[in-house]
């Protein structure tokens, strides 16, 4: 083959492949689902960043919930993943439940107010001086500590601390031992801790045993080998403290003994089999966030996103300086055009119109975000932009009110947790 024709064939390759890698356009206006839910948000005057549930689709994921546990576990209601007082309340309803696991002193005190019936479970362990407060801070009612309040202790040294704590305010505690059954994010990992613990609760004329609690997310996000493996050898390390405690306490092992694990990743893979516990938390996967986008939450629907109106909508891409927003938009169809959005940078992922990206090269912003987009979108100043979530403990908290939708109007406000720790 001659020289020229060799080059002229590696440059019909090299613009071969160039056109083959170019990005396609991604670019969708909003389907109806979402034109549906600008205009509840506008015939409601919404004109701020709004963080937005979706009411049937909460309860198509209670469903869903519940389908699974088929009676065969009871279920706690994660509290920091749902971080609204009124939000939490439809859960209980909708899921006859009044078991809560809570993460913040503040929210505990809150709840115990607000939520008299509710059985609250730590869902981990906190300092004693946090303890001290939560009994200072709690306000006269029907809500009774000593019997609905379970603290979630992970060694010996802090359960002597909520010891002399209780025996200091004459308050009888309910103590759930945190296991460590694969995770290792603390917890008890040996028999002689667990046994320690034990004697320490049977020592003490306030502190009572209540039961266990085995959190085990990592077993579904090994990056090698199967997850039922791994779920196999936590129920294992569960069975074996299960036993020990069981043996320990004998006669005084307390009839409604709280023997929690799971979580939204794992809760399904509980769906048959026998398993040493007899409640499942899960709260995340009612609202669905982006993280939770996993094979074991397949048949959980979002029901959650974060509103915000366009401020501004160009029909070019530039960046400040050297511009290289025409190379980008010139090579990207998806960075043909720009929005800037009221408000940004949360822990969120663009969801509609499709095909919106952030741009790296001008940076994110919390007071106008730049997004990109196909000139498929049609997008205007003033319409509505919406994006997921990726996990609701702390996102729900930054908004305000949350706006309840319900089939095309917006039907309610949810106040949330004031403070930003879920
Ligand atoms: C102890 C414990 N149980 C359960 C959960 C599950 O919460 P979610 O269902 O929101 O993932 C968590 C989450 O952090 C946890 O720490």
Sequence with gaps: MKRRSLLLGGIAGTLGLGAWLRPRDLGQNHSPYFVSLSAALDDDSQSVPTLVVDRPRLQANIDTLLSHLNGRFDYRIVAKSLPSLPLLETVMRAA???RLMLFHQPFINQVAAALPAADILLGKPMPVAAAHNLYRQLQPGDFAPARQLHWLLDTPERLTAYGDLADSLDQHMQICIELDVGLHR???????????????????PHLHFTGLMGYEPHIVKMP??????????????YRH?????RGYLGETWPADVILNAGGSPTYQLYDHGDFPFNELAAGSCLV???DFDISTLADHVPACFIATPVLKALDTLKIPG?????LQSAWNPNRARTFFTY??????APESPKGLIYNALFGRSTNQEMLNGSRSISLQADDWVFLRPHQ???VFLQFGDIAVYDDGNIVDYWSVFPGATA
Excluded: C
């Excluded at 090698?224 to 390390?237: E, F, H, N, T």
């Excluded at 403290?241 to 405690?245: P, R």
């Excluded at 050297?322 to 025409?326: A, E, H, K, Q």
């Design 96 to 98: 006859g439940s009044n």
């Design 186 to 204: 603390g917890g008890v990992n040996s028999d002689e801790t667990l046994v320690r613990m034990l004697a320490l609760i049977q020592a003490s």
């Design 224 to 237: 090698v080998g199967d997850p039922l493996q791994y779920r196999d050898r936590a129920v294992a390390r």
């Design 241 to 245: 403290y299960l036993a020990i405690a």
């Design 288 to 290: 669905q966030p982006t």
């Design 322 to 326: 050297i511009d290289l927003g025409r």
């Design 343 to 348: 408000g940004g940078d949360w822990k969120a």
């Design 392 to 394: 609701s403990e702390f």
